[in-house]
């Protein structure tokens, strides 16, 4: 076999975002890779291959850009990240810095504000017994916790959300989603790249730490600049999905709820399995840097292959019973944050937040029952909700 079999999906509809699940199970049983004709571009959907083509960043490349836009022939929407969108040995040089900074020693601090953040959310949200736990608890909890950890200024903060949003769509192809986000950028562009700068960062924060290792030698300080934009674009809308996502998880699957009421110290398994069913990030694309051979299929060089984070972490080739919401699962393996030289630099912090905020509901929570219909918020690559209504009872 040398053509990949070809399926008319768009996985940047509507349509696709309220229920990909049914295109998921078709794009696995296709094939290793399927060509998506509609975009002209290839994806992988099993665990197998998805996990393969992360780990092998010589063959499937970053630094041409992990969105629909090939580097090489587009100019990206901004300057690129030195991170996200590179590969070794210059993304090496970015990547230590940030490890550094994110560190278990630098977060360790941060627990016991973590804790306390997440019983304030908790507690206000019970006092109001119904709420709409996107803004009351999977918005508010990383907004009170993340900013002040970065080290950002108090004013403005309201660019955060809608910045990580923009740049989360900006990786999809030119669609309404897209353009909307493109047309209303400027100001949201404007703040966080002036938050980005030395002086306008508090000097213990997160933030501070990454222009350190600039005094040091290990990068240039305007380096330094757009590897704190890498964490300002990356690390709150995904935390708000992610726990939103748990939220959701633990109201449809109570028995779940239960037995992380009975056992507290579930509450990381909890968030870990949320991450592997609802996969905050849903794809990420890479380019051939090369032709290479998968499964058969010949890829040519420069080719765009659509990474399916979320349909590997529920392929029934790798997993039982994929599409349950199972604490006691082994979740080891999936990749929502990714895997290789990329995985997600933020995934301890991540945990962490989630970890507290799942924790404080365990103590404090009797019952989360659905109060209402949840309602999705679309976006070319984040899976989120804008809406959960959800009745608390206190313990
Ligand atoms: C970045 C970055 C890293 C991960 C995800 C992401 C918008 C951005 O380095 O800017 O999504």
Known sequence: MDQA???????????????????????????????????????????QEVHAMLN?????????????????????????SLVLEADPPAHTRARTVLDRALAPAALRPLRAALAEAAAECVEAALAAGECDAIPALAEAFPLAVFPD?????REGREHLLPYGSLAFNAFGPDNELRRAALAEAAPHVAWVGAQCR????????????????????????????????????????TTVSAIGAALHCLATFPHAFAQLRADPTLARAAFEEALRLESPVQTFFRTTTRPIEVDGTTLGEGDKVLLFLCAANRDPRRWDRPDEYDLSRRTAGHVAFGSGVHMCVGQL??????????????RRVAAIEPAGPPVRRHNNTLRALAHLPLHLRAA
């Open 5 to 47: 079999p070809a399926l008319d999906i768009d996985p940047f509809a509507a349509s696709f975002f309220d229920d990909p699940f049914p295109a998921h199970a078709a794009l696995r049983d296709a094939g290793a890779v399927v060509f998506l004709p509609r975009h002209g571009f290839y994806a992988a959907a099993r665990w």
């Open 56 to 80: 092998d960043w010589q063959g499937f490349c970053s630094s041409r850009g992990v969105g629909v836009s090939d580097f090489a022939r587009e100019k990206p929407w901004r300057p690129p």
């Open 149 to 153: 950890a970065m080290g950002l200024t």
């Open 198 to 237: 030395r002086e306008n960062l508090a000097p213990d924060g997160i933030g501070a730490a990454i222009h350190a290792a600039a005094d040091r030698g290990e990068i240039t300080a305007e380096e330094a600049v757009l590897l704190v934009r890498s964490l300002l674009t990356a690390g709150l809308d």
């Open 349 to 362: 912090l991540s945990r962490l937040e989630g970890e507290a905020l799942l924790t404080a509901l365990a």
